[in-house]
């Protein structure tokens, strides 16, 4: 007897010879199972089921939240089924309450199973068979929203797809490996052109070897998986030297052509010459890609000892590809998987190109490190060394907001000059000052400040610190330097009575702080206009002295320490303070490394902190010279 017409679609044999290809049944797939739990989870309800109908019965290979003896089957007679509509219509089918259903009202799926709200998607092959449904279940009355129906939608769709996957599977072994071999291929070139473009950028903000060596890992440590990863770098004499993948160099191994100072904790075993046969040093040597595809091949190209070493590291496949340097290799990477041949031809030129990106980024490190190095240089030799005086005792510590420059604006400067009126006693100059900006042009023109300062200083000699300060702004307004910033210039000495004088000028610095011999602080806060700005010129600046008790210590910064992003200048203040008065009493090495300790990392600014301790001895000074005019009758505080 011929099924009825509604029924022809559940007994077509095109759709049952699609259900037995595609391999599914009562038992659980992982797929289908994937998809159950997750319409359960997108739509929020208590069942989901992947419903595949046969001519008498509907199975469950993926279910989620189904409990009972269905459960444990995983099927029922379609007596218990509401899928079987799905597919007899071609349609979905959406259900708020199916007792108000005329067509579901007496299905036993309700009372056995629970079953109220349905919401059921066709599940389809490449020819538009419905093969059966997914579905969400809830055991209350439920108004399906629109965005619910789309979801499960989507997803049908997603599960449809996986189904026609399996049937084109099915066709014939050879199809399915040709098939998979294209998948393969066409997957893999998409990841190896998503990788090149990755290291095309990827390498763009490296400036040092631990950068170059950290991108290196990121992008052959992903898609091709090795299971060892070691940059081997190259020094001016030919040597070698290993940096596996948790390797660090310390700060002075930013240059490739530094690598024999790679942190001693990496294997140095592995360091040895280009004229030794690994494949690394074949790579270099020969300036092409080593590949060799099992430890047999490894082991006829080499001596025993380096294959040794890549089997006890569990390494089957090995690839070892140039570093390229301006005039030689700069180095090699070298890979190891633990299968053999676990790479491709395609896979080798990816490598290879790498190394030619690593290869740029050495060799921008190679320069960054070279700039570094002499600015370095040039800002150390425009840092004073602190001069000797007999009764005070100095420390200087500086901090640049350009850790990588190591360089800025801000700068300190102590000189010993000639007492006027008393050439016998000593003087110190002192500045403590800041150029607007942190990089290469304000390191130019602190440089020439501080010198122009100094000249100053001599040229006015036994003239007070203001008339020194206006000096210099005179020149830099008239030479168009641009100097621009805040700064502090004192002169400290010995009065005759053997007791020390601080005079001082302030041009829109921060404060001076005094550290009684007890510990506590002082702030001196008289202070003029910043130097530098058209406003200024011409403008009268203060002079200031105080007779500094001995035993204090005087301690000059810049606002690199208390001025910064989300800082309160004054609350900033009061913790460097409350941080001296904890190590007071302490050396100027005591004070100036406390006070640093406090700066972020890295920093937002410069620093400069300057301490000056005065002898807690007086000394009276022998001279019957006459003082000059602006330290004569010093005020006492």
């Known amino acids: 007897m011929e099924p009825a017409p509604e029924c022809a679609a559940l007994y077509s044999p095109e759709r049952l010879t699609a259900l037995r290809r595609s391999g599914l049944g009562s038992e659980s797939d992982p797929e289908m199972e994937r998809f159950a739990a997750w319409v359960r989870r997108a739509l929020s309800t208590p069942i989901a089921l992947v419903t595949l109908v046969q001519p008498d019965r509907q199975v469950f290979p993926g279910m989620a939240g189904l409990t009972g003896p269905a459960a444990i089957a995983r099927w029922t007679p379609l007596t218990h089924s509401f899928c079987q509509y799905v597919v007899t219509s071609g349609q979905s089918l959406v259900i708020a309450d199916a ?21 059921g998607m066709p599940l389809t092959d490449g020819h538009g068979r419905v093969l059966g449904a997914l579905c969400a279940i809830d055991s209350e009355p439920r108004q399906w929203t629109a965005e619910e129906i789309v979801a499960l939608g989507e997803i049908a769709r ?44 990827s390498f763009t903000d490296t400036s040092t070897v631990p950068d170059v060596r950290a991108r290196i890992d990121e992008l052959l440590g992903g898609e091709l998986a090795p299971s060892y990863v070691e ?13 596996p993948a948790d390797a660090r160099s310390p700060a002075g191994a930013g240059d490739p052509d530094d690598a024999v100072d790679i942190d001693p904790t990496v294997d140095q075993r592995l360091t040895t010459t280009l004229r030794v046969r690994t494949p690394a040093a074949i790579a270099i040597r020969e300036q092409r890609v080593v590949h060799y595809g099992n430890q047999d ?54 490598i290879a190109t790498i190394a030619g990106y690593a290869g740029q980024a050495l060799e921008r490190a190679r320069e960054l490190h070279h700039r570094t190095s002499v600015a370095h240089e040039m800002q150390n030799a425009m840092l004073t060394v602190l001069p000797d005086i007999d009764g005070l005792t100095m420390a200087a510590r500086y901090i640049p907001a350009d850790a990588r420059l190591n360089v800025g604006g801000d700068w300190y400067d102590a000189t010993v000059m000639t007492h006027p009126g008393r050439p016998d006693v000593p003087m110190v100059g002192v500045t403590v000052g800041d150029i607007v900006g942190h990089d290469l042009p304000a390191v130019t ?66 404060p001076p702080i005094l550290i009684h011999p007890d510990g506590s602080t002082e702030l001196l806060t008289d202070h003029d206009a910043l130097f530098g700005f058209d406003f200024t010129i011409g403008q009268e600046r203060a002079d200031h002295e105080r007779v500094v008790e001995p035993g204090s210590t005087l301690l000059l910064h810049t606002d690199g320490l208390v001025d910064g992003p989300g800082l309160d200048v004054d609350t900033a203040t009061d913790t460097l303070l409350a941080t001296i008065e904890q190590v007071s009493p302490g050396t100027p090495d005591d004070i100036v490394d406390a006070v640093m300790a406090t700066l972020s990392d890295p920093t937002h600014d410069d620093a400069v902190a300057l301490a000056i301790h005065f002898d807690a001895r007086p000394q009276r ?16 505080r």
């Open 231 to 243: 940059t081997v770098l190259r020094d001016r004499k030919g040597r070698l030297h290993s940096l």
């Open 445 to 510: 023109l602190m440089g020439q400040t501080r010198s122009m300062l100094r000249q100053a200083a001599w040229d006015h000699s036994g003239r007070p610190p203001s008339t020194v300060l206006s000096a210099f702004e005179t020149a830099n307004h008239e030479l168009r330097l641009g100097a621009a910033g805040t700064a502090v210039l004192a002169y400290i000495h010995r009065t005759a009575d053997g007791r020390w004088l601080l005079r001082w000028t302030n041009a829109g610095h921060p």
């Open 621 to 636: 000074v022998a001279s019957d010279a006459v003082a000059p005019p602006w330290e004569r009758a010093p005020t006492p």
């Open 158 to 201: 997603s599960c449809s797809t996986e189904l026609r996957l399996r049937l084109a599977r099915y066709d014939t072994s050879t199809e399915t490996v040709r098939r998979a071999e294209a998948d393969s291929v066409q997957r893999r070139a998409h990841l190896r052109g998503q990788m090149l473009l990755r290291a095309s950028q």
């Open 99 to 119: 007792r108000m259903d005329p067509r579901l009202g007496d299905n036993l799926a309700i009372p056995d199973l629970g079953v109220i709200a349905y919401a």
């Open 297 to 350: 091949d490894l082991a006829a190209s080499h001596p025993a000892e380096a294959a040794e070493a890549m089997r006890r590291r569990g390494v089957h496949t090995v690839v070892a590809a140039p570093v390229p340097g301006r005039d030689a290799p700069a180095g090699a990477i070298l890979l190891g998987w633990d299968r053999p041949d676990a790479v491709e031809t395609a896979d080798l030129l990816t």
